[in-house]
Antibody
Framework: QVQLKETGPDLVQLTQTLSITCTVS????????VHWVRQPPGKGLEWMGA???????DYNSAFKSRLSISRDTSKSQVFLKMNSLQTDDTAKYFC????????????WGQGVMVTVSS | DTVLTQSPALAVSPGERVSISCRAS??????MHWYQQKPGQQPKLLIY???NLASGVPARFSGSGSGTDFTLTIDPVEADDTATYFC????????FGGGTKLELK
């Protein structure tokens, strides 16, 4: 069955770099796209970026050059790296599967809660 | 960015019908999707492309709309439907509404 699982740190220091891994099973990263979405505590959802099945990426301009998404297809993993973390980056970070342009996110990971601490 | 606007909260009694609205700042054709999120859980897809029921979702849920105005309807509402409901457009770079928290009286 389709599964996505995020792993990463619970706590990151102010101005440091966040690294999260999304490990998928039940589908291929060369067939499906994987996106990153985050949710600050008690707030709404924010799209961060995408790893397309062809290997390209797209990013929300709100994250400017802070964000990088990559993958290792042999390990079925997609990686999120974001630098210069601030306290308002405290959020639950989700990865989600996406079939094609204009489609919804049909499967989501359980998310990983990351707190940025000073 | 396409801004999606939802009412923050609604309260209904079990057995009633509820409609949750989502208004887009620009037309998104029919590329609007709806998710249910319960506390501590990930979002779950309910409706895709405005009116299509996702797999395994009860027929009590339905969606309608096109262009800028969309509605998620639950009829009848059950106790387990207590959750926050988000709309999301995929016509442009994905954006989400702020969510509507549904509470039962």
């Amino acid at each position: 069955q389709v599964q996505l699982k995020e792993t990463g740190p619970d706590l990151v220091q102010l101005t440091q770099t966040l690294s999260i891994t999304c490990t998928v099973s039940g589908f291929s990263l060369t067939t499906y796209n994987v996106h990153w979405v985050r949710q600050p505590p008690g707030k709404g959802l924010e799209w961060m970026g995408a790893m397309w099945n062809g290997g390209g990426t797209d990013y929300n301009s709100a994250f400017k050059s802070r964000l990088s998404i990559s993958r290792d297809t042999s390990k079925s993993q997609v990686f999120l790296k974001m630098n210069s973390l601030q306290t308002d980056d405290t959020a639950k970070y989700f990865c989600a599967r996406h079939v094609t342009i204009a489609a919804p996110f049909d499967y989501w990971g359980q998310g990983v809660m990351v707190t940025v601490s000073s | 960015d396409t801004v999606l606007t939802q009412s923050p909260a609604l309260a209904v009694s079990p057995g009633e019908r509820v409609s949750i609205s989502c208004r887009a700042s620009e037309g998104v054709n029919s590329y609007m999707h709806w998710y249910q999120q319960k506390p501590g859980q990930q979002p779950k897809l309910l409706i895709y492309k405005a009116s299509n029921l996702a797999s395994g979702v009860p027929a009590r849920f339905s969606g309608s709309g096109s262009g800028t105005d969309f509605t998620l309807t639950i009829d009848p509402v059950e106790a387990d439907d207590t959750a926050t409901y988000f709309c999301q457009q995929s016509w442009n770079d994905p954006t989400f509404g702020g969510g509507t928290k549904l509470e039962l009286k």
